[in-house]
T-cell receptor, first 120, second 108 residues
Framework: QVQLQESGPGLVKPSETLSLTCTVS????????WSWVRQPPGKGLEWIGC???????KYNPSLQSRVTISVDTSKNQFSLRLNSATAADTAVYFC??????????????WGQGTLITVSS | AIRMTQSPSSFSASAGDRVTITCRAS??????LAWYQQKPGKAPKLLIY???TLQSGVPSRFSGSGSGTEFTLTISSLQSEDFATYYC??????????FGQGTKLEIK
């Protein structure tokens, strides 16, 4: 059973970079696509972007100028960086795995989520 | 971006009821539609994909239907553990993949 776990600082200052890592266990990251999704408090889900183990990425156009997703296959991890954070980036951030090797699939496995607050 | 609109946004029902949630896409998405269940403080859980295929381990009281722009999620007989928020998601067009705003199902 694939398991995902997000890690990162819970508090980020405005204008700084939000950084999160997702550690994958119970399976290899060298298959499928791996995604980030966020959920502002009390609101709905927003898909941020995803990465294939080879390193190819796809980003939400609304965040593309500020987002970088990377993968470290040696550590079975992938990461999210969001530059120039503002209060609007305050959310629970989830990492997830796409159901199949093709990116055009739903999200089958999810991490538990981690709350990131952007505040001075 | 493809806009996904769910209805209703919230409603109350009783255990044993049959309930239906609707999701409409702003343009055709074939059957590239998934349904998720989310409980407070938890990650979403995949229930249905391909508009009508039940994810492994999901009870058969859940079913999905539709194609193109209109989709439904039906729970045939509500159980206490089904009270949650439900989201639809399209994965047809990557600009970006989008979710509905959610439907909160509460106990009457």
């Amino acid at each position: 059973q694939v398991q995902l776990q997000e890690s990162g600082p819970g508090l980020v200052k405005p204008s700084e970079t939000l950084s999160l890592t997702c550690t994958v266990s119970g399976g290899s990251i060298s298959s499928s696509h791996w995604s980030w999704v966020r959920q502002p408090p009390g609101k709905g889900l927003e898909w941020i972007g995803c990465i294939y183990y080879s390193g190819s990425t796809k980003y939400n156009p609304s965040l593309q100028s500020r987002v970088t997703i990377s993968v470290d296959t040696s550590k079975n991890q992938f990461s999210l960086r969001l530059n120039s954070a503002t209060a609007a980036d305050t959310a629970v951030y989830f990492c997830a795995r796409v159901r199949d090797d093709d990116v055009y699939n739903p999200l089958e496995y999810w991490g538990q989520g981690t709350l990131i607050t952007v505040s001075s | 971006a493809i806009r996904m609109t769910q209805s209703p946004s919230s409603f109350s029902a009783s255990a044993g009821d049959r309930v239906t949630i609707t999701c409409r896409a702003s343009q055709g998405i074939n059957s590239y539609l998934a349904w998720y269940q989310q409980k407070p403080g938890k990650a979403p859980k995949l229930l249905i994909y391909g508009a009508s295929t039940l994810q492994s381990g999901v009870p058969s009281r859940f079913s999905g239907s539709g194609s193109g722009t209109e989709f439904t999620l039906t729970i045939s007989s509500l159980q206490s553990e089904d009270f949650a928020t439900y989201y639809c998601q399209q994965y047809y067009s990557f600009l970006p993949f989008t979710f509905g705003q959610g439907t909160k199902l509460e106990i009457k």
